[in-house]
C-alpha cells in the first residue's frame, strides 16, 4: 500500500529525520538531566545525614550514651526530616524513630544503605517513602543510625523530569505539524509547477508559473522555468516568422524572376535577339531575394537567441567613422551632404558585426528616402542618462507620427515608399538589434521642413552603457 503523497515528499522525511534525530538528543538529555539532579539531591541528603550523624556522635563523645538517647527522643518529636535509631551492641533497639535499621549491624558490614519506610498519608492509606542512611558503631559499642525520608527529593526530580518530556513531546508534535505543513505547501507549489511542466509538453506555451512574491527558492525557480519558456517560445515564433516571412516576401520576387526568365527564353526561341538585358534583370532579382532572406534570417536569429552573441566592450565612435568613411562617397555621387559628430572616449557592449549591420541599413534607408541637394547627418553621444546613442538624422520625406510604430515592423511599407525597391525589413532589422543589446529604437521628426525637404527623419539607435 503506497503512502498518501504527502508523506512521500522529501521536506516530510526530511522533517522525520530531524524528528528522529531530535528525539534521541532530547532522550540523552533528560537522561543526564534526571542522574545529576538525582544525583545533586542525593549528595546533598547524605551531607546533611552526616552532619546530622556528626553532631550526635559528638554528643555521645561528651555526655555518654543517655545524652545521645534524650537527643534522639527530642529529635524524633520535632519535625526534622530524619530518621533516628539507637541499638545496643547486640541490635536490640533502645530509642529511635524507626523500629529497625535497614543496615546489618554487623561489623565490617556497609555503612550506608538506600531503602523505603512506610507511612500514613493523609487518607489513611499506608505508602512506602524512599529513604537513605548511615549507620556507625560509637565507642562504648552502641550502634546508632541516622537516615532521611528522600521521597520530597524524588518528587522533585520527577517533576522536572516530567516537564522536560511533556516540553519534548510538545516540540515533536509541533515539528511534526509543521512538517506537515511545510510539506503541504512544497507539495502544492511543486504541483504547481508540475502543472505548468505538463501543460506545455501538451502543447501549451503559453503556460506559466505562478510567481508567489515570496522571493524564496521556488519564486526563483517559477521565474526562470518562465524564462525558459519565454526564450523557447521567441525561438519556436521566430522560427515560424522566419518561414512566414521567407514565403511571404519571396513569392513576388521569385514569381517575378522566373517571368523574366521566361520572357527571355522565348525572346532567343523567337530570334528577337539575345537574353543578356533579360539576365541582368533576373541576377538583380536574384540579388534583392538573398538580400532578403539574409535579413530575415538575421531578424529570426536575434529574436530566437534573446540577446546578441558574442558581445565584446568597444569604442562606438570608432565603429561609427568607419560607416562614415564607407557612405560618405555613396552621399557625394547622389549629390547628398554628408557630416558625422562621433563623441570620444564612450564605451559600449555589444556585437560589432549586428550593430554595423544596423547602422549601416539606417544609413542605407536615408540615402535612399533622401532626394538630391539634402542631408544626412551621423551622431555618436552619451545621453545624460548615461545611455550610448547612435542616431542618423535625414531630410528626406520623413514618416508621420501615427506611422512611426508601424514602420518598425517586418515587411511593412508605407505608400510613399513604393517605388522605391526594398522589403520592409531594414528598420525591422534595427529594432531586433537594438532589442537583442537590451536597448530600444526612437523615431522622431529630422530638422523639419525647409524648402522642398523635410521634414527628415531622426531614427536613434540608444544602448546601455558598458558595465
Known amino acids: 500500500m503506497r503512502l498518501p503523497r504527502l508523506f512521500r515528499t522529501t521536506p516530510f522525511r526530511l522533517t522525520l529525520l530531524f524528528l528522529a534525530l531530535f528525539a ?36 555521645y563523645d561528651r555526655a555518654g550514651v543517655d545524652a545521645v538517647n534524650q537527643s534522639l527522643i527530642e529529635r524524633a518529636a520535632s519535625e526534622r ?31 550506608r544503605a ?5 507511612d500514613y498519608d493523609d487518607e489513611g492509606r499506608l505508602v512506602k517513602h524512599p529513604a ?7 565507642s562504648g559499642g552502641e550502634i546508632l543510625f ?14 522536572i523530569v516530567r516537564a522536560l518530556w511533556g516540553a519534548g513531546a510538545l516540540v515533536i508534535v509541533l515539528g511534526l505539524a509543521g512538517g506537515l505543513l511545510v510539506s503541504r505547501n512544497v507539495s502544492r507549489s511543486m504541483g504547481a509547477l508540475n502543472d505548468v511542466v505538463a501543460a506545455v509538453r501538451n502543447g501549451d506555451f503559453d503556460a506559466r508559473a505562478s510567481v508567489r512574491g515570496a522571493r524564496d527558492e521556488f519564486d526563483e525557480l517559477s521565474e526562470g522555468i518562465n524564462d525558459m519558456l519565454d526564450r523557447l517560445q521567441r525561438s519556436m515564433a521566430g522560427h515560424r516568422h522566419a518561414g512566414d516571412a521567407i514565403a511571404h516576401d519571396l513569392r513576388s520576387p ?38 532578403t532572406f539574409s535579413a530575415v534570417l538575421a531578424i529570426a536569429r536575434l529574436q530566437a537567441a534573446g ?59 536615408a540615402i535612399k528616402y533622401t532626394p538630391a541637394g539634402g542631408a544626412i547627418m551621423l551622431r555618436v553621444r552619451r545621453r545624460s542618462s548615461g545611455e550610448i546613442e547612435f542616431s542618423v538624422t535625414d531630410t528626406g520625406p520623413g514618416v508621420p ?61 540608444i544602448l546601455p552603457r558598458a558595465p
Open 146 to 159: 541516622v537516615g532521611a525520608d528522600i521521597s520530597e527529593d524524588q518528587a522533585y526530580v520527577v517533576k
Open 81 to 111: 526530616p530524619f530518621l533516628y535509631l539507637l541499638m545496643k551492641p547486640d541490635g536490640t533497639r533502645i530509642s529511635g524513630s524507626i523500629a529497625e535499621s535497614p543496615i546489618d549491624s554487623t561489623p565490617g558490614a556497609p555503612s
Open 114 to 118: 538506600s531503602f523505603s519506610v512506610t
Open 254 to 291: 521569385l514569381t517575378r524572376l522566373r517571368a523574366r526568365l521566361e520572357s527571355a527564353y522565348l525572346d532567343v526561341e523567337a530570334g528577337k535577339g539575345d537574353a543578356q538585358e533579360a539576365l541582368a534583370q533576373a541576377l538583380d532579382d536574384t540579388d534583392g531575394v538573398l538580400k
Open 401 to 461: 507620427d501615427e506611422d512611426r510604430a508601424r514602420v518598425v515592423e517586418r515587411f511593412v511599407r508605407l505608400e510613399n515608399s513604393r517605388s522605391e525597391p526594398g522589403s520592409g525589413l531594414g528598420l525591422s532589422l534595427v529594432a531586433a538589434v537594438a532589442e537583442a543589446h537590451g536597448g530600444r529604437l526612437e523615431l522622431s521628426e529630422g530638422p523639419g521642413k525647409v524648402g522642398e525637404m523635410g521634414p527628415g527623419l531622426r531614427v536613434a539607435l
Open 307 to 365: 540577446q546578441a552573441p558574442d558581445q565584446v566592450v568597444f569604442d562606438p565612435a570608432e565603429l561609427a567613422a568607419d560607416l562614415a568613411d564607407l557612405y560618405e562617397p555613396t552621399c557625394e555621387d547622389k549629390g547628398l551632404e554628408f557630416g558625422a559628430e562621433l563623441a570620444k572616449d564612450l564605451q559600449v557592449r555589444g556585437n560589432r558585426e549586428f550593430l554595423a549591420q544596423a547602422l549601416a541599413n539606417l544609413l542605407d534607408n
Open 24 to 59: 534521541a538528543a532530547a532522550s540523552a538529555f533528560l537522561a543526564y538531566i534526571y542522574l545529576a539532579t538525582a544525583g545533586e539531591a542525593q549528595r546533598r541528603t547524605d551531607q546533611n545525614i552526616i552532619r546530622e550523624m556528626r553532631s550526635l556522635v559528638a554528643a
Open 132 to 138: 537513605r542512611g548511615v549507620q556507625e558503631h560509637l
